[in-house]
């Protein structure tokens, strides 16, 4: 839209002024003088006559008002330092006629086609120094560098004047563009980080968890070094772990003990026929079967020689348990004698061919009896005080036997320890100077019930085997010595009422030291006499040496018992252990 800030253009007489449309309030009337000049009409240069006396007059009227006016560049739009990318102008100019002469003499039909080339002359070079980013630095630095009010050499003033300067539709893109590149550059430096540290997170978590995996491999395998690596080890091992299993791990340890023990007593029929061929083919004479014993069968080992613990090794025995049941070549045969529990097995004719004429020979020795004695030593927590004592009395229980060859032929001793579970140490043997006397630990815990569970497993199985070496197996004695306080409940009761149900159920003699209740030991008894108990604050030292001293004399006196063809059990009691019902 075009100013002209000339309102006629034409000269009319001064008096026709009336008639112009629009005419503003303010605005200066220029004469056109002859003499080529020009005159500006002014009330306070003009008097009223001279007013009316020049009504005639030719002359031009000029807008004198403040006019105001907005325009954006398009056509020449503003070039940026890299003179590829434009900006958008927009300019606010507000400008009045300073010199209404000047303005006449111009004649311009449109004031802004002066007022805008010059002030695009001013601001173009300027906008020519700032990237097309730098579109608020280019602004400011125009703005400021207008000082107004500015004249022009039209006649016409700018008194206002503000560009504002943006990057155009492409320097848009560019600029949205490479802050996007610059953002996305960041983001993607920030998510790397990120990254590398939930990575180097996630690393660390695995590094941890794969040495705790390793740590608590390293103490199972420390913890495994302990244990018993045998079919019975690997059961109990597996049934502590699935303790949901019990029927079936029971079930498979009976299966191997019957397994074991049919295995043992086979392998001890054919050295026993082996020693009777060579015997009754004159090979082997009466005098050679103490050096057949000791240099062709070689030492015999239990049945249950494979559950000492490690360390310990097999005991030794002074005569083996085939050589043992090898019968005297010229001994007559004798009529057979019933044992306690069951008669006697019959000898039948070994050789094809029909039956022998010569009567039957008597494989089993001419020894009167056997006494099976199981210790039984609580290794809880309550005996932590006494162990070396305890271990003492074993050696010294070894020690009586291998001095009394009479009672060594005739006992035979079994040693287990229990505290949350229970252990074999030794099992049933003849003691000799060449047993292993196993050692002892304290535990953790303290259960009865395993200990008699394990009796019932033990007893009738090995009372079976003894009953084919002997004439006469004695009941077998448990010697039961307790200190802590049983943590099964009634379990252990009901465990030992089915072992005391079992035909070949043992005698027990229990004795309790340090602050056991004596209610337990007469539980743990078979009768009332064979319940013995220790001065409660008695040194426990000195309670463990009184039991040895019960079982040396207990024990002495069961093996010349035996000898002697008779079953007594009698209490050989030291002084300091009382019966129960006295020391209560």
């Not at 013995?532 to 093996?559: K, Y």
Request: proline residues 8%; charged residues 25%; aromatic residues 6%.
């Amino acid at each position: 839209m075009s100013v002209s800030l000339i309102l006629n253009n034409r000269p009319v007489p001064r008096a026709q002024l009336g008639t112009l449309p629009g005419l503003p309030p303010n605005f200066a009337v220029v004469y056109p003088l002859d003499g080529g000049g020009w005159e500006v009409e002014s009330p306070r240069h003009r008097t009223m006559t001279q007013r009316w006396l020049g009504k005639n007059k030719l002359c031009y009227v000029v807008d004198l008002g403040d006019h105001r006016r907005t325009a954006k560049l398009t056509k020449t739009p503003l070039t940026c330092k890299d003179q590829a990318h434009r900006f958008e102008a927009t300019i606010d100019v507000g400008f009045r006629v300073h010199d209404p002469v000047a303005v006449v003499r111009g004649n311009l039909p449109d004031v802004l086609s002066a007022v805008y080339p010059y002030l695009i002359s001013r601001i173009r070079p300027l906008a020519a120094r700032f990237a097309i980013d730098e579109a608020f630095e280019a602004q400011a630095r125009i703005n400021g560098s207008l000082t107004l009010p500015l004249p022009l050499p039209e006649g016409v003033t700018l008194y206002y004047c503000d560009v504002q300067l943006e990057p155009d539709q492409a320097a848009r893109e560019f600029v949205r563009s490479r802050t996007k590149a610059g953002r996305d550059s960041v983001m993607g430096v920030l998510e790397h980080k990120a990254a590398v540290g939930n990575t180097r997170h996630q690393e660390t978590i695995k590094d941890l968890e794969q040495e705790a995996r390793l740590g608590r491999d390293r103490r199972e395998r420390d913890a495994l070094a302990s244990v018993r690596l045998d079919f019975r080890g690997l059961v109990l091992e597996h049934l502590a772990k699935h303790p949901d299993d019990t029927e079936k791990a029971m079930d498979l340890l009976m299966r191997w003990e019957e397994g074991r023990q049919l295995r043992a007593l086979d392998q001890e029929q054919r050295q026993v026929e082996m020693v009777r061929y060579l015997i009754d083919k004159g090979i082997v004479r009466e005098v050679d079967l103490p050096g057949l014993r000791e240099g062709v069968l070689g030492p015999s080992t239990s049945v249950f020689g494979g559950m000492l613990p490690p360390g310990t090794g097999a005991p030794a025995q002074t005569a083996p348990a085939a050589a043992q049941a090898l019968p005297p070549v010229v001994q007559p045969p004798a009529p057979p004698v019933a044992p306690p529990w069951g008669g006697t097995r019959p000898d039948t004719d070994r050789q094809s061919g029909g039956t022998s004429t010569e009567p039957p020979r008597d494989v089993r020795p001419a020894a009167v009896g056997l006494a099976p004695v199981y210790v039984v030593l609580d290794t809880s927590p309550a005996v932590a005080g006494c162990v070396t004592q305890l271990r003492d009395a074993l050696r010294s229980m070894q020690t009586l036997l291998a001095n009394s060859p009479d009672v060594t032929a005739a006992v035979r001793l079994s040693v287990l320890t229990f505290a949350d579970t229970a252990d074999v140490r030794m099992p049933l043997t003849q003691v000799s100077w060449q047993t292993g006397v196993p050692d002892l630990q304290a535990g953790d815990g303290c259960r009865y019930e395993p200990v008699f569970r394990r009796l019932l497993e033990l007893v009738p199985l090995e009372t079976e085997r003894l009953k084919q070496q002997a004439t006469r197996v004695n009941r077998p004695t448990v010697f039961f010595l307790a200190a802590g306080h049983p943590e099964d409940g009634g379990r252990w009761q009901a465990a030992r009422q089915q072992l005391m149900e079992h035909p070949y159920r043992p005698n027990i003699v229990a004795c309790g030291i340090g602050a056991i209740d004596g209610r337990t030991v007469a539980r743990l008894a078979s009768h009332a006499e064979f319940a013995v108990a220790a001065d409660p604050s008695a040194d426990l030292a000195e309670s463990a040496a009184q039991f040895s001293m019960l079982l040396q004399n207990t024990v002495l006196h069961l093996g010349r018992s035996a000898v002697a063809g008779s079953s007594e059990l009698r209490l050989e009691r030291p002084r300091g252990l009382a019966p129960v019902h006295d020391a209560e």
